[in-house]
């Protein structure tokens, strides 16, 4: 049993188009987020959810739109894409935040290319 | 700004040598520094953590050393083997909310 999926695992798509990636997680967990991973790995927080409530919102361009339908599952859809949105994006969840663990439990990530 | 400072980028070892990767911070009120270990095509995966009330932490081959007046953190790779070969990112958050990351250090393990 996958704890944290996402999906689409790759996605490939031109200049100004829109796209989401999806993500759920069978943990039971009330936290969920959005990193982006560059080409050097830098591993960057965009988006937290703790129980469907945005939580942490860095600052990403307004075109990046997060939805949290229930706390098992979290979207990232992106709009008019850009070369630089080209990364690798990666679904993490943890338990609330008060446990004191931090410990997050990410999925497998879902590469995007822009062309 | 990155809030936790990583090093190496990257370093090669040989099978069975000892691998050190060190982290700096500078935010005070971090009180939980965990290790991530990613590899290829997968996601971080948490490894090892440590609280800063401990100096040392070991779990198998790999061991935290942790000096909080020094505000720096290090992971040991003993008897390091192929299987280590991966990125290893370090991290440090409070009381578990917003995990900053150093920026990574891939590590080669040649047998």
């Known amino acids: 049993d996958t704890a944290v999926s996402q999906t689409p695992k790759y996605l490939v798509t031109q200049m100004g188009n829109d796209k989401s990636i999806k993500c759920e997680q069978n943990l039971g967990h009330d936290t969920m987020y959005w990193y982006k991973q560059d080409s050097k790995k830098f591993l960057k927080i965009m988006f937290s959810y703790n129980n469907k409530e945005l939580i942490i919102n860095e600052t990403v361009p307004n075109r990046f739109s997060p939805k949290s339908p229930d706390k098992a599952h979290l979207n990232l859809h992106i709009n008019s894409l850009e070369l630089g949105d080209s990364a690798v994006y990666f679904c993490?969840?943890?338990?609330?935040?008060?446990?004191?663990?931090?410990?997050?439990?990410f999925g497998e990530g879902s590469r995007l290319t822009v062309l | 700004q990155q809030q936790v400072k990583q090093s190496p980028q990257s370093l090669i070892v040989q099978k069975g040598g000892i691998s050190i990767i060190n982290c700096a911070y500078e935010n005070t009120a971090f009180d939980y520094f965990p290790w991530y270990q990613q590899f290829p095509g997968k996601g971080p995966a948490l490894l090892i953590a440590?609280?800063?009330?401990?100096s040392e932490k070991k779990e198998g081959r790999f061991t935290i050393s942790f000096n909080k007046s020094a505000k720096q953190f290090s992971l040991h790779i003993m008897d390091s083997q192929p299987g280590d070969s991966a990125t290893y990112f370090c991290?440090?958050?409070?009381?578990?909310?917003?995990?900053?990351f150093g920026a990574g250090t891939t590590v080669t393990v040649r047998a």
């Open positions: 440590i609280r800063p009330d401990v």
């Open positions: 991290a440090a958050s409070m009381r578990g909310y917003k995990l900053s």
């Open positions: 993490a969840s943890s338990p609330i935040a008060e446990k004191g663990t931090g410990e997050l439990f």
